[in-house]
Nanobody
Framework: QVQLMESGGGSVQAGGSLRLSCAAS????????VGWFRQSPGKEREGVAA????????YYADSVKGRFTISHDIAKNMVYLQMNSLEPEDTAMYYC?????????????????WGQGTQVTVSS
């Protein structure tokens, strides 16, 4: 059974940083696509970053380019989202998702496996 588990969320002030982690059981991130998504109340779940681990190709939403970095640790079977220069608008529940067929997509419909989420709150 595939399980994805996010960690690293929390509360920070604007301008601060957080690093989210995504761990997997029953699933190997290598040679797959992993995405980070976020959802705030009343809004659609949106993709913020994705990595196609074969070759570590990365993809970002315009809203986070230059501030967020997605990375992959093969040995630890982990995917990370480093978030810098956080803004109040980044406040949301953050989810990691995985699917071999997603190929770097930021569209939620392309992912079959999801974690439970970790909350990020940025105060002004």
């Amino acid at each position: 059974q595939v399980q994805l588990m996010e960690s690293g969320g929390g509360s920070v002030q604007a301008g601060g940083s957080l690093r989210l982690s995504c761990a997997a059981s029953g699933y190997i991130f290598n040679d797959n696509c992993v995405g980070w998504f976020r959802q705030s109340p009343g809004k659609e779940r949106e993709g913020v970053a994705a990595i196609y681990t074969r070759g570590d190709r990365t993809y970002y939403a315009d809203s986070v380019k230059g501030r967020f970095t997605i990375s992959h640790d093969i040995a630890k079977n982990m995917v990370y989202l480093q978030m810098n220069s956080l803004e109040p608008e980044d406040t949301a529940m953050y989810y990691c998702a995985a699917d071999r067929g997603a190929y770097g997509s930021l569209w939620k419909g392309n992912y079959n496996y999801w974690g439970q989420g970790t909350q990020v709150t940025v105060s002004s």
